[in-house]
């Protein structure tokens, strides 16, 4: 049974310790921190009741009416799924994305590859949503996301859905010298023992963001470590995406969206990093060594949050500008 906060983004119309290195909030500009300061929640539940709290603490939701809510959270959801998508290779424009998700319907001339990505990854994001009320997450948590995201064909026992890979894979990547090399990923052998490292960490570090800084590092330390072992045979770029917000989304902010346009400069500072760590392994086991292409990421990452804050802040916009249109009502008589 769904609780009320997952029943919420399951609206069938709408699905929607710290490294040392650490990107304070106090960096931001002006506008950016005026947005962010006002993004805080109590609780989950917050989300739903629109209750400032006790301690007047507010959600991005909070003070608009409910078609500027439900407007928010389409567009949170069709930016997230056309950029995470699109950076993997997805040939629909955002705006065929959005009608996709909104109208159930096809775009002529697409793959139905493509459709069936971003409705998997919709139905993904609605799963995150759901997991806020979770304390911790479990493998089989990672599990059913990845089979929402992965496109399920045939089955096939070398490449499955829904559970950690069974063979190695790797990708070409040039190196800082522009050399064109074949990097591996984790053993197959070696995942179940990274993969419960990482859970463990992720469930250290979930919940326990005070601050907009301290929700970055988490995310940041989350994605790049689950894409240096890379559980699964397919999908981990998405899956990142996705479950490294949840930290960010239980502090009470919107999630960090990075854009198609940045995947280049993304994939590149992913690969330069795993490449100076090396493959992750029992003799190799700490999830994130330090290196300054973690820092390069945390700048990426921290830009590119900009996205989402002004989804939130056009919002507020709107729900401003209809509130100062209101007639005051007068008394008769």
């Known amino acids: 049974m769904f609780s009320a906060t997952a029943s919420f983004f399951m609206l069938k119309k709408s699905p929607f310790p710290l490294r040392k290195s650490e990107l304070s909030y106090h960096f931001l500009p002006a506008k950016q921190k005026k947005i962010i300061a006002g993004l805080r929640i109590k609780s989950v539940n917050a989300i739903i009741n629109n209750d400032n709290g006790d301690n007047g603490m507010k959600t991005f939701f909070d003070g608009l009416d409910e078609d500027i809510r439900l407007k928010l959270k389409d567009q949170l959801r069709d930016f997230w799924t056309h950029n995470s998508t699109a950076i993997e290779g997805n040939s629909l424009t955002l705006d065929e994305t959005a009608f996709v998700l909104r109208e159930d319907l096809a775009i002529g001339g697409k793959l139905l590859r493509d459709h069936q990505e971003v409705t998997g990854h919709a139905r993904a994001i609605e799963m995150i949503y759901g997991m806020l009320d979770k304390g911790k997450i479990s493998e089989k948590d990672l599990f059913k996301l990845h089979k929402a995201v992965q496109i399920q064909g045939m089955y096939d026992i070398y490449n499955p859905v829904g559970a950690w890979k ?5 990708t070409y990547v040039v190196d800082e010298k522009g050399k064109r090399i074949f990097k591996y990923f984790a053993a197959p052998d070696e995942v179940p023992y990274l993969m419960d490292r990482w859970i463990s960490k992720f469930n250290e570090l979930y919940g326990k963001a005070k601050s907009e800084s301290e929700a970055l590092n988490s995310y940041d330390f989350l994605h ?4 240096r072992i890379h559980p699964f045979y397919d999908g981990n770029g998405r899956i990142a995406r996705l479950v490294s917000n949840l930290p960010v989304l239980k502090a009470g902010l919107p999630p960090i969206i990075i854009s198609k346009e940045k995947r280049c400069e993304y994939i590149e500072t992913l690969s330069f990093y795993d490449l100076a760590a090396g493959i992750p392994s029992r003799k190799n ?11 390069e990421f945390t700048s990426l990452v921290f830009a590119e949050w900009k996205n989402s804050i002004d989804l939130v802040e056009n919002a507020r916009m709107e729900q401003n500008k209809r509130r100062n249109t209101r007639k005051p009502v ?3 008589g």
């Open 166 to 170: 069974k063979e190695e894979n790797g």
């Open 330 to 332: 007068t008394a008769s």
């Open 285 to 295: 086991p700490e999830l994130l060594p330090s290196h300054p292409k973690l820092d």
């Open 224 to 227: 790049v470590s689950f894409t």
